[in-house]
């Protein structure tokens, strides 16, 4: 079922009704698909709208499962459409105008970051100017009521410390066994094992390292010195996050070959002081309440709005078998 705003009960003159039946698509090149108060949107707007996203799911899908994943893009689609109508009807109601100068300026500066803007294509100027309108409408009616206090900020801070975390360090020394070959497992094993058995009996690591290892760190004991959380391979981080300093790992096997590793050094996990994240957070904050506040706008022209929607799978062809997803109608922009 489509959502409550989509379904209202006004209905427009009988001649409205008349001009926008929409045909299946083997029946007619464009036609209405939606109403959004007194603006239509075409089937014709829809295929260029969904036609970068249609092209790249027929090349990853087939059979069912492309006709499923085309109806849900034709609906985000049509949602975005409608959203966006909505908005570019606000700014119209507020007196929000872009002039040709301020298009020409965000023209030039589109061109400066490498995106291509044909100047003589009246679609792509027109989505140029209704961008603008967009951002303004979005600034004034939402962004420039959101405030950010400083118990905002000190309360995401508490609550997100992890994210300010400074990554772990550790002072490391490795033994590595590297096959001398693909067919040379065996002998590799079998020096992994002398190697651990040794360790075992007490010879120091970095006198077996300096006799063993294939490592180019050998000749100093096998030491590797400071590392960060997320430097090593995987399983390597595995390995050492149990261990205590002093503490030796199991053999370890990754691509390069097989480790043997000693913790030596172990720093607890950091937090960044709150006066170096404070203007990070604030930016966090504000943005995640501008998003807030930009939904609830949003839904609040929705709630007002005459929509009306007269759209049949026009695109992507008679329905498949089984449920289709409908995605929940929230802003695209």
Do not use: C
């Amino acid at each position: 079922m489509a959502p409550d705003w989509l379904r209202h009960t006004v209905f427009f003159a009988l001649g409205l009704i008349a001009q926008t039946s929409l045909l299946s698509a083997a029946q007619v090149e464009d036609g209405i698909i939606a109403i959004v108060n007194s603006d239509l949107i075409m089937l014709s707007e829809m295929k260029r709208e969904l036609a970068p996203e249609r092209e790249r799911i027929q090349k990853e899908y087939r059979g069912d499962g492309l006709a499923r994943r085309l109806k849900t893009a034709e609906y985000m689609a049509l949602t975005s459409m409608i959203e966006r109508k909505l908005q570019l009807q606000e700014a119209k109601a507020r007196g929000i105008t872009v002039t040709d100068q301020e298009v020409q300026q965000a023209v030039q500066q589109m061109k400066r970051q490498g995106r291509t803007i044909d100047e003589t294509n009246q679609a792509d100027m027109k989505s140029v100017r209704e961008q603008l309108a967009l951002l303004r409408i979005v600034d004034r009616e939402v962004q420039s009521g959101v405030m950010v206090a400083d118990s905002d900020i000190k309360r995401y801070f508490q609550e997100h410390r992890d994210r300010f975390a400074l990554s772990e360090e550790y002072t490391l020394s490795q033994i590595l066994i590297r096959p001398r070959s693909p067919d040379d497992t065996a002998d590799a094993m079998e020096k992994v094992r002398e190697v651990m058995t040794r360790l075992k009996q007490g010879e120091s690591f970095e006198d077996v390292a300096l006799r063993f290892s294939d490592g180019e760190n050998a000749s100093h004991g096998g030491r590797l010195g400071l590392v960060r959380q997320g430097e090593l391979l995987p399983g390597i981080e595995r390995a050492i996050a149990n261990l205590v300093p002093g503490g030796i790992s199991d053999m370890i096997e990754t691509s390069e070959g097989f480790h043997i590793v000693r913790l030596e050094e172990k720093k607890p996990k950091q937090f960044r002081p709150y006066e170096t994240v404070r203007t990070e957070i604030q930016g966090l904050v504000f943005q995640q309440k501008s998003e807030d506040a930009f939904q609830a706008w949003l839904a609040g022209l929705k709630n007002k709005a005459y929509i009306e929607i007269k759209f049949e799978s026009a695109l992507s062809g008679p329905p498949t078998t089984g449920p289709v997803p409908r995605p929940s109608l929230t802003s695209k922009e």
